[in-house]
Each structure stands twice: as C-alpha cells, then as structure tokens.
C-alpha cells in the first residue's frame, strides 16, 4: 500500500518563499510519475506539476511557470515543489499524487499553504 505525506507548508508573505516535500512509502514511486495539485477554498483542485519517473520531464501549469519547480529524488523516495516569488492567489492545499497505472492512484492528505499579501 502506497502511502504519501506531504510537508512544508505554512504561512509566507507574498514574495517569500517555501518548498514542499512528500515522502512516499512502498516499492513504485521510483518508476511513478508524480504530480502536485492544489485546492483553494471554495474552488476545485487543480493541477500544479508533474515529473516523470527519473526526473527527465517535468510539466509546470502557466499560472506558475518560473516561479515553481517540481523535481524528486528517487534515492528517498520523495517529490519536492520548490515554490518562489509566491502570491495571496497561491493560497491553498497543496497535495502529491502518484500515478501508477495511468491515473493518479495515490493521494496523499495534503499540506496547507497561505500567503499573506
């Protein structure tokens, strides 16, 4: 059973910076692709990043793209969102998901991101 826990989170002024981790645990992530998402209040999930399974691919939603980067390292099986010059609509859960089998399979509970304007 794959388990994902999301870290990192927490409460950053607009500009500043914070940089998500998720640790997943059993035997696939080293050959799943990962992705994070996030879901603001009121609003639906959405996604944010992805990264192929050696880190040779990565996918960068437009409202992010230069300010974000998704990368991993598969040694201890973990996803990392580095997230910079962050801004109040920013604002939300954040949370990894692993695709095993061509969809997301695994879901992990999330870390909550607020930024302050």
């Known amino acids: 059973q794959v388990q994902l826990v999301e870290s990192g989170g927490g409460l950053v002024q607009a500009g500043g910076s914070l940089r998500l981790s998720c640790v997943a645990s059993?035997?696939?992530?080293?050959?799943?692709?990962m992705a994070w998402f996030r879901q603001a209040p009121g609003k639906e999930r959405e996604f944010v990043a992805a990264?192929?399974?050696?880190?040779?691919?990565?996918y960068v939603e437009d409202s992010v793209k230069g300010r974000f980067t998704i990368s991993r390292d598969n040694a201890i099986n973990t996803v990392y969102l580095q997230m910079n010059s962050l801004r109040p609509e920013d604002t939300a859960i954040y949370s990894c998901?692993?695709?095993?089998?061509?969809?997301?399979?695994?879901w992990g509970l999330g870390t909550q991101v607020t930024v302050s304007s």
């Open positions: 998901a692993e695709d095993v089998s061509g969809d997301y399979d695994y």
């Open positions: 059993g035997l696939t992530f080293s050959t799943a692709a």
């Open positions: 990264i192929n399974w050696n880190g040779g691919t990565t």
